[in-house]
C-alpha cells in the first residue's frame, strides 16, 4: 500500500507523516488468578486493534469510524503514545514510536503531536487556571523560560481559538462546553505540533457548538498546515472534516477510501449499513426497515469476516476466511463479495427504498 | 390536528428553587399531542426539553417542582395529583423510556419478574396471565426466543436488546402515551436505528403516542409527526416536522438547521450560531434569542413574543410571526 | 448533544454550561476573598445549619482558649512553687468551701483544676493534631503510590492497610507504643513519650486516607487531563504530584477534621491507660486518670471536668467533621 490515491479526494503526491502497519493492540482482560485457578475460567484477551494498516498524510485529515468496540479510540491512544501497541509498526516522521522507550527521546516527538480530547468537562484539570494549563505543554518541552513570553504566548493563543486573553486568569468550570473545547484546542497548539488527533472532538457538544468548533479546526488546519486523525462515530462530522476515511468494524478496517468517493460510492457492505442507518435530516426516510442484529462482542470476534453476521452478502467463505484489505485503485476494501464483483450497485443513503 | 388532543400542556412552569432565587427551567411551555401522534421535542442541553418531559410525567427531581401552568391527560389533570394518584396514572396510562435503560431495570430481578409485576400492579390479572403477556410483549418489541429470555437478568442483555426491555416495560399496561427522553442516545447508530423503528411501529399498531425527546434532528425527522424547538426553557417554534426542517420560521430554528453537517455535501463553512445559550440564572430580558440573533429588532430586546400561528407552523419572534393572533 | 459527562451543578439541571457567578469575582484583595468566602455555597450552608454553628463557636472557644493558656489560665500547673498542698482537694467555687483561686476546684496536688484542663487540653490538640498530620502524610503518600502505580506496588500496600484494619486502631496504637517502649532505652521514656504516642496514633490511623485517595486517585488518573500530561511526556510522578493529588485532597480534609476527634479520644484512652503521657504533661486523658481514683471518696470534679472537656472538644469537632462530609458531597446536597 501507498499513500493514498491521485485524483478524487486527496491529491496525490503528499508525503505521508504517520504510517501505520500491522499495528495490533491487545488488552489482557482476564480474570484475576485466583478466579482462574478456582473457577477453572480463561484467559481473555481484547483485540481491540487486529493487524491495520493506515497512511496518515501530511496537511490533510484522515477520519477513522466506527461503532463503540471497533477500536478507534484504542488507535487514538496508539499515535500519542497513551499505549504501547502488542505488535505492528507506527511511524511517525521515520521514527517508530510505539518501539521507542526512552522519555528523553520521545520528547521531540511528543512534542510534535497533540491530542483533543471528547469530554470537555474531563480534560482540563479543575484546579489549574486557564493560563497555566495552556502553558504546561511550553513548560513541559521547556519551549519558552521567560514567564512574560510564556503569558504573551498563551494570550496568543487564546485570542488564535477566540477567546480572550484574559481568560487565562479564568478557571475551567467558568466556561461553557464549547469554550472549554476552545481552552483544549489552545493547550493541544501551544508546543506547535503539526499532527492532532481529535478523539469525538464534538461529540460531548451540541450542534450550535459544534459548528463553532469544527469550522475552527478546519480554519487552524487552514492557517498552521495541520495534520488531522478526527476519531468520530458521526458520518456527518466525519464527511466534513475529511479528505480520506477509514471504516473500522471490531478491531479491522473494512475501508479505506478518498472522502468524496466513501460517500458517493461505499462498497464495503459495513460501511453502506453504516450510511443507510444514519438518519438524515435533509433526506428523511421514513418508511426504513432497519438490518436487524448488533456488534458482536469484541472478546468473542466470529470467524472470517469479522462482519459476516450482519452482511447480506456473506457466504461460506466469509464465514470462514478472513478477508485481507485490498487496493484496487480506488481504495481500499475488505471484502469477498467486492472482490468476487458480488457487490449490488449502490443505490445512495437515504433514497427511499435504499 | 383532528379531535381532542390527548395530553395538553398549558403555560408549564419549572423551577428549581436555590438560594440566588428560583431558576426557571421551563418558562411557559404549551403542547398538545393527539392520539397516536409522535410529537418530537428538540433543543440543546439545557433547553428544558428533559425537565418538560420529567414534569409532564411527574418525576421531577427534587427540589424541582411545577411553578405553573396546567397538564391534562384525557381531561384529567395530572399536575396537581398526589404521589399515591400518580402512581396510577404513571405506567397505567402514560409510560416512560429513558436514555440509559440500566436506570429503568433493576439488576437484582430478572426481566419477566419486572415485566410481570409491572403489569400485574397495572392490570387485573394473574401470575400466568401477566406471564404470558410479558412474553408476548418481549416478542413483540423483537427480542429473540421471548420466552426464554424472560428468566435472563438485565446484564445480560446487550445495550440495545435492554432498551427493547424498557419499552415493553413502558407498554406493560397498554399506555395511551409514552415519553422517550432520549432513547436512543446512548446506543451505537445501527441499533439507533432499530429502538426508533420499534418505537414507531408500536406506536402505529396501538394507536400510543409518543412524546419523543432528543437533541438529534435527524432522528425527529424520520420519526416524529410534529416538532416543537425549545430554546432556553421556552417553546420557539412548533408545527409539521417536514414544515420546521424545510422551511423554519424562528431564526433558532433556521439556525440549527443549518448548521447541522450532512453526509451528502461538504461546504467549506458549517453555518453557526455565535454564542451560547443563556443559563437560566442569566435569562435576558425579551426574546431569550436575541442576543445571538442576526435579526434582533427594538421589540426582540424588552418584549417577550408570544406564539403566533404561521400556518402550517407557529412560532415566537416578533420579527418571523410578528402578528399578534396568540394560538388559542 | 445532550449526554455531557460532567456533573451540571445542583439545582441547574442539565445545564451544559456554569455561569460565571456574578459574585464570584465581585472583589479583589482580602476584603473581596472575605467576601466571596461568606457568600461561597458551602458558607451558605453553613449558616443554615444551627448545630454546626454551635459546635463551630463551642470547638474555635476550647481551641482558642487552650492556644492561649499560659495567658488566660488563672496559675501555671506545671509551676511547681506556686503549688499549694494544703489546696489539695478544694472543691469548686459553688460548692461549700469554694475558692475564687481555684474556679472549678483543685486536684489532689493542689492545682488549679481549670489551668491543668486549659494545659491538658492543649497537649491533646497538640498530640492529636500531629497525629493527624503524620497519618494523613502517610496516608496519602502510600495512596497515591498505590492507586498511580497499581499492579503489585497497590497489591502490597493494600493488602498491609486490610491486614491493619482488621485490628481495632487502640490495639495497633498500643502495639506500637509497647514496641516503641521496649526498643528505647528506659531514661529516654519520658522524653520521647510525646513523640510515641503521635507516631502510634498516626500508625493506627493512616489506612482510612490510603484507601480513600487510592480510590481518588484510580478514577482521575484516566480522565482526560491527566492524558493529556501524559502525552506531552510530563514525568508521572510530576503528573501524579501536581495533577492528581490536589484533585483527591477533597475527601481527606474530611476525613482529617474526624481523624482529629478521633486521635484526640484515642491519646486520652492511652493516657487514662498509663501508656499515654506522664503525669508531668498532663493531658485531659492523665487528668481524668489521675481523678479517677477520687471519684468514689467525694472529688468528683478533679475527673468529671477534664472528661466534659474532653467531650465537648470532640464532639465539636466530631460534629463540624460531619457537616463537612455532607456539604461537600454533591450526592447529599
Not at chain 2, 428468566?151 to 406493560?172: E, K, N, T
Request: hydrophobic letters at 45%.
Amino acid at each position: 500500500m501507498t499513500a493514498p490515491r491521485d485524483g478524487i479526494g486527496a491529491p496525490g503526491g503528499e508525503a505521508v507523516l504517520v504510517r501505520l502497519r500491522g499495528v495490533t493492540k491487545h488488552f489482557d482482560v482476564s480474570p484475576p488468578l485466583l478466579a482462574r485457578l478456582l473457577e477453572g475460567r480463561r484467559r481473555q484477551v481484547l483485540k481491540a486493534v487486529d493487524g491495520l494498516d493506515l497512511d496518515v498524510a501530511r496537511g490533510r485529515t484522515t477520519a477513522l469510524v466506527g461503532e463503540s468496540g471497533c477500536g478507534k479510540s484504542t488507535v487514538a491512544r496508539l499515535l500519542v503514545t497513551l499505549y504501547r501497541p502488542t505488535a505492528g509498526d507506527m511511524i511517525f516522521e521515520g521514527v517508530d514510536i510505539g518501539r521507542l522507550r526512552d522519555r528523553r527521546a520521545l520528547a521531540p516527538l511528543r512534542r510534535r503531536m497533540q491530542m483533543i480530547f471528547q469530554d470537555p468537562f474531563a480534560s482540563l484539570n479543575p484546579r489549574w487556571r486557564v493560563g497555566r494549563i495552556i502553558a504546561e505543554p511550553i513548560r513541559a518541552h521547556g519551549l519558552l523560560d521567560d514567564p512574560a513570553a510564556i503569558r504573551r504566548r498563551v494570550a496568543e493563543l487564546l485570542e488564535h481559538v477566540g477567546l480572550r486573553a484574559a481568560d487565562a486568569e479564568r478557571f475551567p468550570h467558568e466556561f461553557s462546553g464549547g469554550q472549554r473545547q476552545r481552552i483544549s484546542i489552545a493547550r493541544g497548539l501551544a508546543s506547535s505540533p503539526h499532527f492532532l488527533v481529535c478523539d469525538e472532538p464534538t461529540s460531548a457538544l451540541d450542534v450550535s457548538v459544534q459548528a463553532q468548533i469544527l469550522n475552527l479546526l478546519r480554519d487552524l488546519q487552514r492557517d498552521l498546515g495541520l495534520t488531522y486523525l478526527v476519531i468520530s462515530h458521526d458520518l456527518a462530522v466525519v464527511r466534513f472534516m475529511a479528505d480520506t476515511i477509514g471504516v473500522m468494524y471490531l478491531g479491522r478496517l473494512c475501508e479505506v477510501a478518498p472522502a468524496d468517493l466513501l460517500f458517493a460510492r461505499p462498497r464495503h457492505p459495513y460501511t453502506r449499513l453504516l450510511m443507510e442507518t444514519v438518519p438524515d435530516l435533509r433526506r428523511p426516510d421514513r418508511d426504513r426497515q432497519p438490518l436487524a442484529g448488533e456488534v458482536p462482542s469484541p472478546l468473542d470476534p466470529p470467524p472470517g469476516c469479522a462482519f459476516h453476521t450482519r452482511c447480506p452478502l456473506a457466504d461460506d467463505r466469509c464465514r470462514q476466511e478472513r478477508p485481507g484489505l485490498r487496493d484496487d485503485g480506488a481504495g481500499q476494501v475488505a471484502c469477498h463479495a467486492v472482490e468476487e464483483g458480488r457487490l449490488p450497485a449502490w443505490r445512495g443513503a437515504g433514497m427511499p427504498g435504499g | 390536528m383532528a379531535g381532542q388532543p390527548l395530553l395538553t400542556v398549558r403555560d408549564l412552569v419549572v423551577e428549581f428553587p436555590t438560594r440566588r432565587g428560583a431558576l426557571r427551567v421551563v418558562d411557559g411551555v404549551s403542547l398538545d399531542i393527539a392520539p397516536g401522534e409522535v410529537l418530537g421535542v428538540v433543543g440543546e442541553s439545557g433547553a428544558g426539553k428533559s425537565q418538560t418531559g420529567a414534569a409532564i410525567i411527574g418525576l421531577l427531581e427534587p427540589p424541582g417542582r411545577i411553578a405553573g401552568g396546567a397538564v391534562h391527560l384525557e381531561g384529567q389533570r395530572l399536575d396537581t395529583l398526589s404521589g399515591e394518584q400518580w402512581r396510577r396514572v404513571r405506567g397505567r396510562r402514560i409510560g416512560a423510556v429513558f436514555q440509559d435503560p440500566l436506570t429503568s431495570l433493576n439488576p437484582l430481578y430478572t426481566v419477566g419478574r419486572q415485566l410481570t409485576e409491572t403489569i400485574r400492579t397495572h392490570l387485573d390479572m394473574t401470575e400466568a396471565q401477566a406471564r404470558a403477556r410479558a412474553r408476548a410483549l418481549l416478542g413483540e418489541v423483537g427480542i429473540p426466543a421471548a420466552g426464554e429470555r424472560l428468566d435472563a437478568y438485565p446484564h445480560q442483555f446487550s445495550g440495545g436488546m435492554r432498551q427493547r426491555v424498557v419499552i415493553a416495560l413502558a407498554l406493560c399496561a397498554n399506555p395511551r402515551l409514552i415519553i422517550a427522553d432520549e432513547p436512543t442516545t446512548a446506543l451505537d447508530v445501527s441499533i439507533q436505528a432499530q429502538i426508533t423503528a420499534l418505537l414507531k411501529r408500536l406506536c402505529r399498531d396501538h394507536g400510543t403516542a409518543v412524546m419523543l425527546i432528543t437533541h438529534d434532528m435527524g432522528v425527529i425527522a424520520e420519526t416524529a409527526d410534529r416538532v416543537a424547538v425549545m430554546y432556553a426553557g421556552r417553546l420557539v417554534e412548533t408545527g409539521p416536522v417536514d414544515a420546521v426542517v424545510n422551511r423554519p420560521l424562528h431564526p433558532y430554528t433556521e439556525g440549527l438547521m443549518a448548521c447541522i453537517p450532512t453526509m451528502h455535501d461538504r461546504p467549506p463553512r458549517l453555518a453557526q450560531i455565535e454564542g451560547a445559550m443563556p443559563a437560566p440564572r442569566a435569562m435576558p430580558p425579551g426574546c431569550a434569542f436575541h442576543p445571538r440573533c442576526p435579526l434582533a429588532m427594538e421589540p426582540c430586546v424588552s418584549m417577550r413574543p408570544p406564539m403566533v400561528a404561521r400556518p402550517p407552523s407557529a412560532a415566537a419572534c416578533w420579527v418571523r410571526a410578528p402578528e399578534p393572533e396568540p394560538v388559542s | 448533544m445532550s449526554h455531557p459527562r460532567g456533573q451540571p451543578k445542583a439545582g441547574e439541571p442539565g445545564a451544559p454550561f456554569v455561569v460565571p457567578d456574578p459574585g464570584a469575582r465581585k472583589g479583589q484583595g482580602p476584603l473581596g476573598v472575605l467576601a466571596r468566602a461568606w457568600d461561597s455555597d458551602i458558607a451558605y450552608a453553613f449558616r443554615r445549619s444551627p448545630v454546626t454553628v454551635v459546635a463551630a463557636v463551642v470547638a474555635v472557644l476550647l481551641v482558642g482558649a487552650s492556644l492561649m493558656a499560659p495567658l488566660i489560665a488563672p496559675t501555671d500547673p506545671f509551676a511547681l512553687e506556686t503549688v499549694d498542698l494544703m489546696a489539695a482537694f478544694t472543691p469548686p467555687l459553688w460548692m461549700e468551701g469554694g475558692d475564687p483561686a481555684f474556679p472549678l476546684g483543685a486536684d489532689s496536688q493542689g492545682r488549679d483544676l481549670l489551668s491543668a484542663i486549659l494545659y491538658g487540653m492543649r497537649i491533646s490538640l497538640a498530640v492529636g493534631a500531629a497525629s493527624v498530620v503524620f497519618a494523613m502524610l502517610l496516608g496519602v503518600g502510600l495512596g497515591l503510590l498505590a492507586g498511580y502505580a497499581g499492579g503489585w506496588v497497590d497489591a502490597v500496600i493494600m493488602r498491609v492497610a486490610d491486614v491493619q484494619l482488621s485490628f481495632p486502631a487502640i490495639l495497633i496504637a498500643l502495639l506500637v507504643d509497647g514496641v516503641a517502649r521496649g526498643l528505647l532505652p528506659r531514661e529516654m521514656h519520658h522524653d520521647m513519650a510525646m513523640f510515641v504516642i503521635i507516631f502510634a496514633i498516626g500508625v493506627s490511623g493512616w489506612v482510612q486516607y490510603a484507601r480513600t485517595v487510592r480510590g481518588s486517585t484510580m478514577v482521575e488518573k484516566n480522565r482526560e487531563y491527566v492524558m493529556a500530561a501524559h502525552i506531552m511526556g510530563v514525568h508521572p510522578w510530576v503528573i501524579a504530584v501536581r495533577h492528581v493529588l490536589p484533585n483527591v485532597m477533597g475527601p481527606v480534609l474530611v476525613i482529617a477534621t474526624i481523624h482529629l476527634a478521633v486521635a484526640v479520644i484515642t491519646e486520652a484512652t492511652l493516657s487514662f491507660l498509663g501508656v499515654g503521657l506522664p503525669p508531668t504533661e498532663p493531658s485531659l486523658g492523665t487528668l481524668i486518670r489521675i481523678g479517677n481514683d477520687f471519684l468514689f471518696s467525694g472529688e468528683w470534679w478533679i475527673t468529671i471536668f477534664p472528661g466534659l472537656a474532653l467531650v465537648l472538644l470532640v464532639l465539636s469537632v466530631n460534629l463540624l467533621g460531619d457537616w463537612l462530609r455532607d456539604a461537600l458531597n454533591p450526592k447529599l446536597r
